[in-house]
């Protein structure tokens, strides 16, 4: 069976959601971006509602919703702040995922519900200086201590890096096992041997947190393993599809901004006598965007769906990714040039939608790297 | 506590247009949403359960099956039951015949403290549902509150009357119809999102369920007759009188007294 309908409780959701989302973050989103603030406060109003645990089961105090749901939450948090949509995705879906579907039932109560109601925000830190689309090339090292772990290395790019109390990393217990010798961990701030590096200046999503992870000999509790040593990638690949189904809904989100900005403003500048809109170039180009939008809105449910019926999603969420994020450059590129110079000019918010979109092709794999996903599946190789 | 808040769901008039050859309302494609009052009066009815340190706040609407959707959305901003009063009897009533139904309807749940209704509907400003429940009950009412609180068992109420504050106190059980500068309504959280379809209490009640008389309520129970509904033709340009101030006032006084005014 198709069926294109939310359900009421879903249609709620988006609603309440949107009405936060206009009233409590939009409204802050230029300035933080201007000073490249991540700020707290809103971190925990946003956590107030539940948006932090929004896949986290009910019993360890997360809401319990379908990837279906999480969908419309992302997307209407992305159009009012992208970097918030940034942090809200990353702590579901990179955060909360893992855990709650590799972590003991220990690791699940001591992390899953502060997490979920905002008392604590968590990071998820794969990538390292020579471990980008190559991920499986991991350098941080685990060493058995005996009683504890004893971590070596570091993370770079890691989105709520420098404010987490604590970070899910992958790092490699035999290096000589290559991919099979990759685990997973989590290490709390705090923990002597683990400092925060560089904090990143960066093009978008500048009220988002991009910080430097650096470990040594940090020793962390025996326990403090998601599943069993060896099955690190396998988590790190399976977290990265679910987060790939939420950056459609982020890139959505983005372009449903850049869209509704220009529509706007083509209905009120007038040149050569006439609204913008008025003119059939630009008429066609706010055509294609919308359609853009819904093709995008389109895999994204589709990839949604597939993950809450259990069916396998993973080739969907990277061409849902993939398209997504191309789609929200494209879009918030023709919103500029619909508001023709003042486009270019900070008064406006579209500069601030073209440049936060820009990250939707790069991190939880660059298109490059959905294109070789995507192809490995329709061909077999 | 028990505090019943009866809630309605209209159209939002901000995207209501008015067929210019008929004169009534269109209302295809017109999203409804929960009377604006009311929401306000849900968040003074939640403040309140807190502050009397626990209790109950029941939401009560009466109107189609649809409606269901904005007894949902107040379940989820904190209300703990819903009751829906649907039959195709209750349809056509005017705000009498609606006051009587609701009246039936807080009558069978039983011990009650207060009620607490938005000052009126943005679909008919009327302003009289509360009032009139009020008479039904035959409790003391306070209308056009801007705050509430409550005080050694009884309610403190400022009303907000004609550029004035009138400070009231009321013995419980009461009526109150709230303003929207009484508070700022909370966002429904995700997780009261999904209660409010999951785990909260929500019935549906028929005009029998209330045991209300059927020649009461709906249309039959509605003395008031719509002849017509029109909008009325834009007000001419005024006269603006300039120059001399004698002469200016010689002008009007001549104008008012040649329209029969004066
Ligand atoms: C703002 C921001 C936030 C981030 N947040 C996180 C986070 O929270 N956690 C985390 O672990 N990481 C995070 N990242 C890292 C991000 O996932 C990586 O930057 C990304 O995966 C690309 O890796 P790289 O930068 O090393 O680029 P490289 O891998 O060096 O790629 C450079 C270019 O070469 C292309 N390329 C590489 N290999 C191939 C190939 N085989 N075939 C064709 N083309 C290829 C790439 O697609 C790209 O175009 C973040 C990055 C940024 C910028």
Redo the contacts between chains.
């Keep these: 069976m198709i069926d294109f309908k939310l359900s ?2 879903q ?3 988006r609603k ?2 949107a ?2 989302a206009a ?2 973050i939009a409204p802050m989103a230029a300035e933080l971006d201007e000073k490249q603030e991540f700020s707290m406060e809103l971190t925990r109003a946003i956590a ?4 932090l645990g ?1 896949i986290v089961p ?1 019993e360890y105090g997360g ?3 379908c990837a279906l749901t999480y969908c419309q ?1 992302i997307e209407e948090v992305s159009k009012a702040c992208a970097a918030q949509g940034v942090t809200m995705s990353l702590s579901n879906s990179l955060v909360a995922y893992p855990i709650m579907t590799y972590g003991s039932e220990e690791i699940k109560r001591r992390y899953l519900t502060p997490l979920a109601s905002g008392e604590k925000l968590g990071c998820f830190a794969l990538t390292e200086p020579n471990a980008g689309s190559d991920s499986s090339n991991q350098e941080t090292t685990a060493t058995d201590g005996g009683d504890c772990w004893i971590i070596n290395g570091s993370k770079i790019f890691i989105s709520n890096g420098g404010v987490a109390d604590f970070a899910v990393i992958i790092a490699s217990t035999n290096r000589a096992a290559k991919i099979r010798g990759l685990s997973a961990f989590i290490v709390d701030k705090g923990t002597p041997g683990f400092t925060i590096g560089v904090k990143e200046n960066k093009l978008g999503i500048r009220a988002s947190n991009t910080a430097e992870l650096v470990f040594q000999n940090c020793r962390i509790p025996k326990g403090n393993i998601l599943a069993a040593p060896g099955r690190g990638f396998r988590i790190a690949m399976d977290t990265l599809d679910g987060g790939r189904v939420g950056v459609g809904a982020q890139a959505c989100g983005i372009a449903r901004a850049a869209y509704e900005a220009a529509h706007k403003y083509a209905k009120e500048r007038k040149q050569f006598g006439s609204a913008l809109v008025d003119f059939q170039g630009i008429a066609h180009k706010l055509a294609d965007m919308k359609l853009d939008i819904e093709t995008t809105r389109l895999l994204t449910w589709k990839a949604a769906w597939l993950k809450d019926n259990k069916k396998r999603f993973a080739k969907d969420a990277a061409m849902a990714k993939l398209y997504g994020s191309e789609m929200a450059t494209r879009v918030a590129h023709q919103a500029i040039q619909i508001h023709g110079g003042y486009g270019f000019i900070k008064d406006y918010p579209v500069e601030r939608y073209y440049r936060d979109a820009r990250i939707l092709e790069l991190y939880e794999g660059t298109s490059e790297v959905q294109r070789m996903v995507i192809a490995s599946y329709v061909l077999g190789v | 506590m028990l505090i019943i808040v009866p809630i309605k769901q209209v159209p939002d008039t901000n995207d209501v247009r008015i067929d210019p050859e008929t004169g009534t309302l269109i209302r295809e494609g017109v999203p409804s949403i929960v009377n604006p009052e009311d929401r306000h009066a849900v968040e003074m009815a939640l403040v309140l359960k807190d502050q009397a340190g626990g209790g109950k706040v029941v939401v009560v609407s009466m109107g189609p099956p649809q409606a269901e ?1 904005a007894l ?2 107040m379940l ?1 901003m904190g209300a703990d039951e819903a009751i829906l009063l649907s039959d195709r009897a209750f349809a056509g009533a005017d705000t009498l015949a609606t006051a009587c139904a609701l009246a039936h309807a807080v009558r069978q749940l039983g011990q009650y403290d207060l009620i607490i209704c938005g000052r009126q509907a943005i679909d008919g400003d009327t302003a009289q549902v509360g009032p009139q429940l009020a008479e039904f009950l035959q409790i003391p009412q306070a209308t056009y509150a801007q705050d509430l609180r409550l005080e050694g068992g009884k309610i403190r109420v400022e009303r907000a009357v004609e550029g004035e504050v009138q400070v009231l106190e009321l013995p419980l059980p009461a009526l109150v119809t709230c303003l929207k500068e009484a508070n700022k309504p909370r ?8 209660g ?3 785990e909260k209490p929500f019935q549906v009640w028929n005009a029998s369920r209330i045991k209300v008389p059927l020649e009461q309520i709906g249309l039959k129970g509605s003395p008031t007759q719509v002849r017509r509904t029109f909008t009325p033709p834009p007000r001419g340009q005024g006269i603006v009188l300039t120059g001399d101030p004698q002469q200016a006032v010689q002008t009007l006084v001549q104008t008012l007294r040649e329209k029969g005014i004066m």
């Design positions: 009421p409780e249609e709620l959701i309440t959601v009405e936060f009233e409590v107030r509602q539940g948006y929004i009910p809401a319990g919703a939450v | 959707i949902r959305e989820a966002i429904p959280t995700l997780k009261g999102c999904i409010a379809f999951r």
